[in-house]
């Protein structure tokens, strides 16, 4: 908007700061409507004409009822009912709460400005705001337990199926038929064990509770160890190349969250990839300056899509059938990042997905 513009003047004449800040009310994210002590608009502000749909040229000079018609969620109109000029003179203004214009939600809070308390209304500025970020937050929220109700669902059906079978017919199955049965039952507790886990870790790492308990790791040790699990657990060795470029800095982290790290994209490239999984682990800048430890987990499967690269780190994604709950990322990122760490993803020199952390030293000095 044109600085020099008269359309705001009271607003600026109000403040004088206002002008020296060269502080224009079309700056404000928020809508503002100002109106004068007879009940006129003298500022409407970008914000509001985008909310409301409005061209303040149209409202300016108007009487606010009639440039902001608000209905209360009853059909009551607002104005009549708030009655800031003819109201009780003690009252300074009005809540936050969602009204109606024209159709469209929109909240509205206002504040009665008054030259002396228990005076007549000099000024009644009103601040509104849209719906949408409180919507788009909603169906986000709407959709968690909708996917999050649907996860644990269906190892429960399962549960539910063999249990009840077991319970019903005990006598007509044979001794291997209900070991299988329960191994399947085993399973499935298992995974809504883990579910359950990673939607407390996840509800952490939102809310910013995610706590790290610093300590000395040692990397290269830790990568040994998740590569021993997974060859004991029936991997061939070689499908591991292991790098530990020495001499590595000191590195001060969690260790349990560590492994959680390791474990979970270790498992990815064991799960979603192919070929020859390689780690690699060595010291590199942390952000340009601080000395850090990188580890990068490379496979020669089919990789991320470009396209999705953007994605993997967002709860619930998964590229493939094979997936498990897609959280296992999101909550790699956000383990890394409480550490202040980094991570990318890329593809790998052999075709597949590669996956590169970095970590800052974290001496106990920088403990928060
Ligand atoms: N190394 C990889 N190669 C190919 N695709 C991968 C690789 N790692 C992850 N992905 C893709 O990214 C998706 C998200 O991974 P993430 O670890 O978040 O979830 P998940 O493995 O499906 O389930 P969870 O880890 O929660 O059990 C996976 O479903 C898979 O499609
Ligand atoms: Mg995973």
């Known amino acids: 908007m044109d600085l020099t513009s008269t359309r705001h003047e009271p607003f600026r004449q109000a403040r004088p700061w206002a002008a020296e800040l060269g502080l224009d009310p079309d700056d404000l994210p928020d809508g503002l409507v100002v109106a004068d002590s007879t009940g006129r608009v003298i500022c409407f502000n970008a914000a509001a004409a985008r909310i409301c749909g409005t061209d303040p040229s149209d409202v300016l000079g108007r009487p606010i009822q009639s440039a902001l018609p608000f209905q209360d969620l009853d059909g009551h109109r607002w104005w009549q009912l708030t009655d800031p000029y003819g109201g009780l003179a003690t009252r300074s203004g009005q809540p936050e709460r969602g009204l ?144 530990i470029v020495e001499p590595l800095p000191e590195l001060w982290a969690d260790p349990d969250k560590i492994d959680q790290v390791l474990g979970n994209l270790l498992e990815n490239a064991v799960r979603h990839g192919e070929g020859t999984v390689t780690i690699e682990v060595a010291p590199a800048p942390h952000r340009g300056h601080d000395e850090g430890t990188a580890v990068t987990v490379s496979d020669e499967g089919p990789g991320i899509p470009e396209e999705s690269m953007s994605r993997v780190f967002t709860r619930f994604w998964r590229g493939s059938k094979r997936g498990g709950t897609g959280l296992g990322l999101y909550i790699v990122k956000g383990i890394v990042e409480a550490h202040g760490g980094d991570i990318t993803v890329a593809r790998a020199p052999g075709g597949g997905a590669q996956f590169r952390f970095t970590l800052p030293a974290g001496a106990p000095a920088f403990m928060a």
Not at 130 to 142: F, I, K, P, Y
Not at 152 to 161: A, E, M
């Open 100 to 243: 109606l214009l024209e159709g469209r939600e929109v909240l509205v809070s206002a504040r009665y400005v008054r030259t002396r308390p228990t005076g007549p209304v000099h000024r009644l500025v009103v601040a509104l705001r849209g719906t949408e970020a409180r919507r788009r937050s909603e169906r986000s929220d709407a959709e968690l337990i909708a996917t999050v109700a649907h996860e644990l669902r269906s190892p429960l059906t399962s549960v539910k199926g063999f249990t009840a079978t077991l319970l019903a017919k005990w006598e007509r199955f044979t001794d291997d038929q209900k070991r299988l049965m329960l191994e399947t039952v085993d399973a499935d507790a298992n995974r809504v064990t883990r579910l359950i886990a990673e939607l407390l870790d996840i509800s952490r790492i939102d809310s910013g509770r995610l706590e790290v308990r610093r300590q000395p790791v040692d990397m290269a040790a830790a990568v040994r160890r998740h590569v021993q699990a997974h060859t004991t657990a029936g991997q061939p060795p070689d499908r591991f190349a292991t790098r």
